[in-house]
Antibody, heavy 116, light 107 residues
Framework: QMQLLQSGPELKKPGASVKVSCKASGFTFTNSAIQWVRQARGQRLEWMGW????????NYGQRFRERVTITGDMSTSTAYLELTSLRSEDTAVYYC?????????WGQGTLVTVSS | DIQMTQSPSSLSASVGDRVTISCRASQPISKYLQWYQHKPGKAPKLLIY???TLQSGVPPRFSGSGSGTDFTLTISSLQLEDSATYFCQQSYSNSITFGQGTRVEIK
């Protein structure tokens, strides 16, 4: 059964960085696409970027290009999202998801709270 | 970016009712349109991809239609477990975008 398991909630101060992990199981991680999407309270889902694991081809959303890094570790079947220079507006649930055009499955979500 | 607009934002219907949710793209996206179901505290679940293809394991009461700019998700006979937020997503452009969601409540 394909599954993505994300790391736990994070509380960060403004200006800090956060790194969220997404561990894959039940499918071949190499050559798969992992997406990152976030949802702030009351807002629509916002796509951040994706990585094609194995080739390391990466595509970032323009809004996040300067602050986000997406990586993949084939040895542990884990993808990572790192977001720097955090501000209060980055408080959101962050999701990883498998797939290029359509996303399935999704991780359970990681709440990142940015507060002083 | 391609803007995705859903309507209505929320609806309330009874068990057994036929429910339709619309999603409109700001420019033509062919059939690069997906529908998801999202329940609080859970991972979103893929229902329909490529506008009208039912994902494996999804009950056949869910169906999708449309192409170009106008799309519809239909639940033919609403069930209690269908209480959730439904959102559309376009994959036509390299910059993926989502609709704002439609909350479905059971009367």
């Amino acid at each position: 059964q394909m599954q993505l398991l994300q790391s736990g909630p994070e509380l960060k101060k403004p200006g800090a960085s956060v790194k969220v992990s997404c561990k894959a199981s039940g499918f071949t991680f190499t050559n798969s696409a992992i997406q990152w999407v976030r949802q702030a309270r009351g807002q629509r889902l916002e796509w951040m970027g994706w990585i094609l694991v194995g080739s390391n081809h990466i595509n970032y959303g323009q809004r996040f290009r300067e602050r986000v890094t997406i990586t993949g570790d084939m040895s542990t079947s884990t993808a990572y999202l790192e977001l720097t220079s955090l501000r209060s507006e980055d408080t959101a649930v962050y999701y990883c998801a498998h797939g290029l055009g359509y996303f399935d499955p999704w991780g359970q979500g990681t709440l990142v709270t940015v507060s002083s | 970016d391609i803007q995705m607009t859903q309507s209505p934002s929320s609806l309330s219907a009874s068990v057994g009712d036929r429910v339709t949710i619309s999603c409109r793209a700001s420019q033509p996206i062919s059939k690069y349109l997906q529908w998801y179901q999202h329940k609080p505290g859970k991972a979103p679940k893929l229902l329909i991809y490529s506008a009208s293809t039912l994902q494996s394991g999804v009950p056949p009461r869910f169906s999708g239609s449309g192409s170009g700019t106008d799309f519809t998700l239909t639940i033919s006979s609403l069930q209690l477990e269908d209480s959730a937020t439904y959102f559309c997503q376009q994959s036509y452009s390299n910059s993926i975008t989502f609709g704002q969601g439609t909350r479905v409540e059971i009367k």
